[in-house]
């Protein structure tokens, strides 16, 4: 065999893989080769090769009798090698810099933090009458639109809900659940009297929501009709900005 085609077998090897690899979702993180094999097209002998070569780099690991796989700690290594070089602020810039020019208004960038969303990102707006809060400003994640289309994707909402002061807390859990079906949350007059924000979260891989991209405004502009126009616009580039950061 040539050094061209040991090469080509090389590269076949790796793409195969990484189809293994790419199997594995967060409903199933868990499969059997059988599963396996109904997801990647290749033999039993050589998924069952390519498998043991995973796992050897601890990409992989196989447990149980009858043997089933998950990804290893390897693939956890690279996740937080990549996060870790991650500059979300400088990655949403292009999404944010068009929410800008298209609405007018100023354009946050905030990020899930424990029981708070901070603002990593920020383009205020350039007329006269606006709002802004600034890099680095913390609110609860329970208050405001861009905090609420974060806890409404997040894992066990209720749990950021004690000793925040919210009324009904049947009430404002399904107020969350509507803000999931419809994808985005609205705040008017709530943490600042006369603001209008709108908000959308973003997730990390498919489905870690990370934080949310917000846009805010005087109600005096920012009516009904206004609303949707930045509810569509920000669900647009929220879905940029999430495949950007791994979502398929």
């Given at each position: 065999?040539?050094?061209?085609?040991?090469?080509?077998?090389?590269?076949?090897?790796?793409?195969?893989?990484?189809?293994?690899?790419?199997?594995?979702?967060?409903?199933?993180?868990?499969?059997?080769?059988?599963?396996?094999?109904?997801?990647?097209?290749?033999?039993?002998?050589?998924?069952?090769?390519?498998?043991?070569?995973?796992?050897?780099?601890?990409?992989?690991?196989?447990?149980?009798?009858?043997?089933?796989?998950?990804?290893?700690?390897?693939?956890?290594?690279?996740?937080?090698?990549?996060?870790?070089?991650?500059?979300?602020?400088?990655?949403?810039?292009?999404?944010?810099?068009?929410?800008?020019?298209?609405?007018?208004?100023?354009?946050?960038?905030?990020?899930?933090?424990g029981a708070h969303r901070v603002c990593v990102a920020e383009l205020p707006s350039a007329q006269p009458l606006s709002f802004k809060r600034g890099v680095g400003y913390s609110e609860s994640v329970v208050?405001?639109?861009?905090?609420?289309?974060?806890?409404?994707?997040?894992?066990?909402?209720?749990?950021?809900?004690?000793?925040?002061?919210?009324?009904?807390?049947?009430?404002y859990l399904a107020g969350l659940a509507q803000i999931r079906q419809a994808g985005y949350a609205i705040s008017r007059d709530e943490l600042i009297q006369g603001a209008v924000a709108v908000a959308v979260?973003?997730?990390?891989?498919?489905?870690?929501?990370?934080?949310?991209?917000?846009?805010?405004?005087?109600?005096?502009?920012?009516?009904?009709?206004?609303?949707?126009?930045?509810?569509?616009?920000?669900?647009?580039?929220?879905?940029?900005?999430?495949?950007?950061?791994?979502?398929?």
């Amino acid at each position: 065999m040539s050094l061209i085609d040991k090469s080509g077998e090389g590269v076949r090897a790796v793409d195969r893989a990484l189809d293994i690899l790419l199997a594995f979702t967060p409903g199933d993180h868990q499969l059997s080769a059988g599963e396996l094999l109904k997801r990647v097209d290749l033999s039993r002998p050589t998924l069952y090769r390519l498998l043991r070569t995973l796992e050897h780099k601890g990409f992989v690991l196989a447990t149980g009798d009858p043997q089933r796989f998950q990804l290893g700690p390897s693939v956890a290594h690279l996740a937080h090698v990549w996060t870790s070089s991650l500059d979300l602020a400088a990655l949403a810039q292009p999404m944010m810099r068009r929410l800008w020019e298209k609405t007018g208004e100023t354009v946050a960038l905030l990020v899930h933090q424990g029981a708070h969303r901070v603002c990593v990102a920020e383009l205020p707006s350039a007329q006269p009458l606006s709002f802004k809060r600034g890099v680095g400003y913390s609110e609860s994640v329970v208050l405001g639109a861009s905090g609420r289309a974060i806890l409404a994707f997040a894992s066990h909402p209720e749990r950021y809900l004690d000793g925040v002061d919210i009324g009904d807390s049947r009430a404002y859990l399904a107020g969350l659940a509507q803000i999931r079906q419809a994808g985005y949350a609205i705040s008017r007059d709530e943490l600042i009297q006369g603001a209008v924000a709108v908000a959308v979260p973003f997730f990390a891989g498919d489905t870690k929501v990370m934080g949310s991209l917000a846009v805010f405004g005087p109600s005096a502009r920012v009516d009904t009709h206004r609303v949707g126009f930045f509810a569509e616009l920000l669900l647009a580039e929220a879905k940029l900005l999430s495949e950007a950061l791994g979502q398929h």
